[in-house]
């Protein structure tokens, strides 16, 4: 315990426009989980990235066992002993799980089957872990897709082991697994780090906390610490380190706070639907889930939820509702009137809108100017552009401004590219489009992810005010439980491209029902 099993000294790293890490300092123990916690933009990720020799540092050490060494490549990290499970997965869907681990193999080029074989089965047995190596990884829950990634993490010689942002995707029956495996590979002696901005799920397991914030480490739990440490005396002082002088007005994040819990609340919403889908089912692409016969109904300004394990067809419905991806049978109603066969800007027109996860791409034009992203639904309509085509600039400037400033849009002027703004003032750009020029409902697919803390509660009580006194409705997608019960009336789960069941966001149980259709169970008996 005296010598660290991996040592970074002084590392940073910056790109353009973002200094990522900030001579960090960070030491890994053996037999140790090692919790890195920050805030989306913390700097985790890239840190751990050195460390996996996935990026090179600008500047600092990495010590193995004490002794300098030279990370150029992710080889050279596994030849080191440093193993590495990403956010997503890896693994290749055609592939069997032997031929998987396999891929990540060390030695010549000739593959030996049956040596990879034994030591498949050594990894999986240490791990408790009862997948079949002849098992097509594509028909694998997404549990047990991990489990198969870190299996060919130890199978390749791993001793500390990364996971990033593991819980994001699984079910919460799937977290309780994954620590348990966390803690019988610490109980081996290898060393694990956990990354993750979820703070409750990741005092349950730690035995060291690391805090990054702004790319710098702003503080440091040891065991003593932590065994000394109530866990409500232990939340306030992660707290502090992650968010400093803001600790008290950010404290009640659904990441930072207590265990997910329902709101409570029934709201009483009107009779009136804003939204009705009756056996709706969707075209499908190679490898798609696909959507297949889905029926729910939206009320006038209620907050519905979907959920469900990533890839069983939330991105597709999203589509569908946004019309997107054409509607192969069923019927498709927005404000009583079928809009089934209408396209993206008719349904824009009648204030349907549609927040999409790809912000960078499919949300905003990187090449011009944050302006015209604003007005990009409004283009050669009148006052902002003339019936010859002509850009009323002054019109666009006005309109542009004045949404800037409505949703903290931090850009130097509106004629300011897009593509040159960070990753959170492009969601804002998106965000201030869609939900300006008097929206009756938004579906949101994942609006929060990747943003900062004070951005996510900004959006998130946005959505509940828009909501407030039956006005805007919203179909709110999201991997985030936490946030789906901090916010949602009703939960719909979508399976393997259908509705499993829809819950009512209130009772002690609401976890637990959510947890059992993710996986596929109770199908057809939890609608409410």
Request: net charge neutral; aromatic share 4%.
């Amino acid at each position: 315990m005296d010598v660290p099993a991996v040592e970074l000294r002084g590392i940073t790293k910056v790109f353009p426009r973002v200094v990522a890490n900030d001579r960090v300092d960070l030491c890994l123990f053996g037999g140790e989980i090692h919790a890195l916690l920050g805030e989306n933009g913390a700097g985790k990720s890239t840190l751990m990235h050195i460390l996996a020799g996935v990026l090179r540092p600008d500047s600092g050490t990495v010590l193995i066992d004490g002794m300098p060494v030279k990370m150029d490549d992710p080889g050279d990290a596994r030849a080191h002993g440093i193993g590495m499970v990403y956010q997503h997965l890896t693994l290749v869907p055609g592939f069997t799980v032997l031929e998987n681990v396999m891929l990540g193999g060390r030695g010549t080029f000739r593959l030996d089957r049956k040596r990879a074989r034994r030591a498949y089965l050594e990894s999986a047995g240490s791990l408790g872990a009862d997948i079949q190596p002849d098992a097509m990884t594509g028909d694998l829950p997404l549990g047990r897709q991990q489990q198969v990634e870190i299996i060919k993490a130890l199978a390749s010689g791993a001793r500390v082991l990364i996971l990033d942002e593991p819980t994001a995707l699984l079910a919460p029956a799937e977290v309780v697994d994954l620590q348990r495996a966390m803690r019988s590979l610490s109980e081996r002696g290898m060393a694990v780090v956990l990354i993750s901005h979820k703070l409750p799920e990741a005092l349950e397991v730690a035995d060291r906390v690391s805090v990054l914030r702004a790319g710098r480490a702003a503080g440091h739990l040891t065991p003593d610490e932590l065994r000394n440490l109530s866990s409500e005396r232990t939340r306030e002082v992660v707290v502090r380190m992650m968010f400093g002088d803001d600790a008290d007005a950010l404290s009640d994040l659904a990441e930072v706070s207590l265990p997910a819990t329902s709101i409570g609340v029934r709201r009483t919403l009107p009779e009136k639907f804003a939204l009705r889908l009756d056996g709706v089912s969707a075209t499908r692409e190679r490898q798609e889930t696909g959507v297949g016969e889905v029926s729910f109904e939206v009320r006038r300004g209620e907050i519905f939820g979907v959920a469900g394990v990533e890839g069983n067809g939330q991105r597709e419905l999203a589509e569908v509702l946004a019309g997107q991806r054409t509607v192969t049978s069923g019927v498709l109603e927005f404000e009583g009137e079928d809009v089934t066969h209408l396209g993206v800007s008719e349904r824009e027109r009648r204030g349907l809108r549609f927040v999409t996860e790809d912000r960078m791409g499919e949300g905003t034009v990187s090449s011009l100017p944050v302006s015209i992203n604003l007005l990009l639904k409004h283009v050669g309509r009148r006052p902002y552009w003339t019936r010859g085509g002509r850009t009323v600039r002054g019109a666009v400037r006005k309109t542009a401004g004045e949404i800037m400033q409505e949703f903290d849009v931090r850009a130097p002027s509106p004629e300011t590219l897009c593509g040159t703004l960070s990753g959170g003032n492009i969601q804002k750009v998106v965000l201030g489009r869609e939900l300006s020029f008097a929206p009756r409902l938004v579906v949101y697919d994942k609006p929060t992810q990747g943003l900062d803390a004070r951005t996510t509660r900004a959006l998130r009580l946005r959505i509940q005010q828009m909501a407030a006194g039956h006005e805007v409705a919203a179909v709110l997608i999201s991997s985030d439980l936490d946030e789906l019960l901090a916010l949602c009336d009703r939960i719909g789960v979508m399976y393997r491209g259908s509705l499993a069941g829809i819950v009512e966001n209130s009772g002690p149980d609401v976890v637990e029902r959510l947890g059992r259709l993710m996986l596929g169970g109770d199908r057809g008996r939890a609608v409410e």
